[in-house]
């Protein structure tokens, strides 16, 4: 199956530092999305970017798919971005299936 | 969001016992999921529903029983579960399969004793 690394595993931010998380893949993809899971489970939505560049307020994410990979960046952080960021893409050849990478688990301290 | 919600959000059960995990979508999606999060590792894909009918199975123990009444609602029956299967059971949905950005429920924390 399609190989999806995030980096770095985990970070540690002082509130208002930028900070950019990477993903890579091993296949060439036709859905790739960025997710937030706060500490409750709940996962969030933050991209759907399976080429391009998209920005939302004070995130934004690139994804070059010829390269395969993507970029998270996350501006003057805050507190409450803290959680484990997942990216997780569907190969083309795949159908359905969405493989998910093991995460970015960052820290903002006030 | 409430565009995809679960029941329960906590459950706790004996190895012995049957119990049944709910999904409903309330965003007329026509694709639903499974997915299980154990801890500290990534979300692994379960089952995959395509208008109530089962397009993926991915090499699930039978004692994870999925159904899929209609488009809006996914169930997820459980019976002589193992202690390994706790996990944080997650459904999404998305208006269909393939290529599609898919919308996540809060989840069911499981516990097996």
């Known amino acids: 199956g399609i190989q999806v690394e995030q980096s770095p595993p985990d970070l540690i931010l002082q509130e208002g530092a930028n900070s950019t998380l990477r993903c890579n893949f091993s296949?060439?993809?036709?859905?790739l999305q960025w997710f937030h899971q706060n500490p409750w489970g709940q996962l969030i939505n933050l991209f759907y970017i399976p080429s391009g560049t998209k920005q939302n307020g004070r995130l934004s994410a690139t994804t070059v798919a010829t390269e395969r990979y993507s970029l998270l960046y996350i501006s003057s952080s805050q507190t409450t971005d803290s959680g484990v960021y997942f990216c997780?893409?569907?190969?083309?050849?795949?159908?359905?299936?969405?493989?998910f990478g093991e995460g970015t688990q960052l820290t903002v301290n006030p | 969001e409430t565009g995809v919600t679960q029941t329960p959000r906590h459950l706790v059960m004996g190895m012995t016992n049957k119990k049944s995990l709910k999904c409903e979508q309330h965003l007329g999606h026509n694709a639903m999921y499974w997915y299980k999060q154990s801890a500290k590792k990534p979300l692994e894909l379960m089952f995959v529903y395509s208008l109530e009918e089962r397009v993926e199975n991915n090499s699930v123990p039978s004692r994870f029983s999925p159904e899929c009444p209609n488009s809006s609602h996914l169930f997820l029956h459980l019976h002589t579960l193992q202690p390994e299967d706790s996990a944080l059971y997650l459904c999404?949905?998305?208006?269909?399969?393939?290529?599609?950005?898919?919308?996540f429920g809060p989840g069911t924390r499981l516990t097996v004793t």
């Open positions: 296949d060439s993809v036709n859905n």
């Open positions: 999404a949905s998305s208006p269909a399969t393939r290529s599609y950005e898919q919308y």
């Open positions: 997780a893409v569907e190969r083309e050849t795949s159908g359905s299936r969405l493989t």
